[in-house]
């Protein structure tokens, strides 16, 4: 019979609501954790003063039966095996004797840049500039050769500082918009696809299909279609979000994931991560929009729900 793991879920203080029935994920959080715990040990610890160096962390809560139950006492310190990095806590100085960590703060640093996704991947992306000036503004653009262009912060998510304006008006929209202070500090000037024809059987128009990979395999997937009269395809921007069947996802969606998954594995072994792409309707091809170094997590009502955890708790395990 296969030793039971200790595997640590470390997160930040901040994110505790995270595996309660409050939070509008919870029932899927907590699902995990129990998953996890019918086969392993499993512990949740917070903020980084509760590493203590090789492998140990105290104190913990460890969860077993649907309840946290805290151990405090130093004899209740917990060396782990796995520890699922959740909270983004550690940075890349970060060292671990023998437990393994997912992802590893390497991956999680890297991938927090979008301008570093898009030099590692760049075949696969709108062709993509990064400024940190006016003047890069307009160096660029002279190289964009699309009516619109996106610009968006280099670092940061839901959607927020993502302006995307015509070509036409650019000098009118740096002085009307907070553009000025995204581009100080550091940004990426894009092509702009246009998705205006959707996806055949998924969405009539602009979208973005999120794709989670979790053990190498597309765990879950939605489109995100933006609110009337917005093309930012983003849920805290005001989309809406709509669950789909791997079965649905077009061929070519399948090929360039796989393509990307080849390229990113390549370099960091056993990855998690959010891909987020559109359809051209200009070439009916898709492009890839981000690469986020986080899964999205599936809503309780998500059909995928099951094969989701189940991937996760396989990636966690296998570690």
């Known amino acids: 019979m296969e030793l039971r793991k200790n595997i640590v879920i470390w997160l930040r203080s901040s994110q505790k609501e995270t595996f309660t029935a409050a939070y509008h994920k919870g029932a899927s959080y907590l699902q995990l954790a129990d998953r996890l715990s019918t086969r392993n040990n499993l512990f949740f610890a917070y903020d980084a003063a509760s590493y203590r160096g090789g492998d140990i962390f105290h104190p913990v809560e460890e969860y077993a ?189 399948i090929a360039l994931h796989k393509k990307i998954h080849a390229t990113i594995t390549e370099r960091f072994p056993a990855p998690m991560y959010t891909m987020d792409v559109g359809l051209d309707s200009a070439t009916g091809a898709p492009l890839l929009f981000e690469i986020n170094g986080t899964t999205a997590f599936p809503w309780p009502e998500f059909a995928a729900k099951d094969f989701f955890i189940e991937q996760l708790a396989e990636h966690l395990e296998r570690l």
Do not use: W
């Open 65 to 253: 039966n649907g309840k946290f139950v805290p151990l405090r006492d130093d004899s209740e310190k917990i060396k782990a095996d796995v520890i699922y990095n959740l909270g983004n806590i550690p940075d890349e100085s970060f060292t671990t004797s023998t437990a393994r960590i997912s992802n590893t703060p390497a991956f999680k640093k890297f991938f927090a840049s979008k301008f570093e996704a898009y030099k590692l991947l760049p075949e696969f992306f709108p062709k993509t500039f990064f400024i940190t000036s006016e003047n890069d503004v307009f160096e660029a653009l002279k190289n964009i050769g699309t009516e619109r262009a996106v610009l968006k912060p280099n670092t940061g998510t839901g959607g927020r500082g993502v302006h995307i304006f015509p070509i036409a008006n650019v000098e009118q929209e740096l002085n009307a918009t907070t553009m000025k202070a995204t581009i100080a500090e550091g940004a990426l000037l894009q092509e702009f696809v246009d998705t205006k024809n959707g996806i055949a059987g998924i969405c009539p128009s602009y979208h973005d299909l999120r794709l989670a990979i979790v053990n190498d395999a597309i765990a879950l997937t939605h489109v995100r279609i933006p609110e009337p009269g917005s093309l930012i395809a983003n849920y805290q921007q005001g989309a809406t979000i709509k669950e789909l069947a791997r079965a649905d996802l077009p061929e070519t969606i």
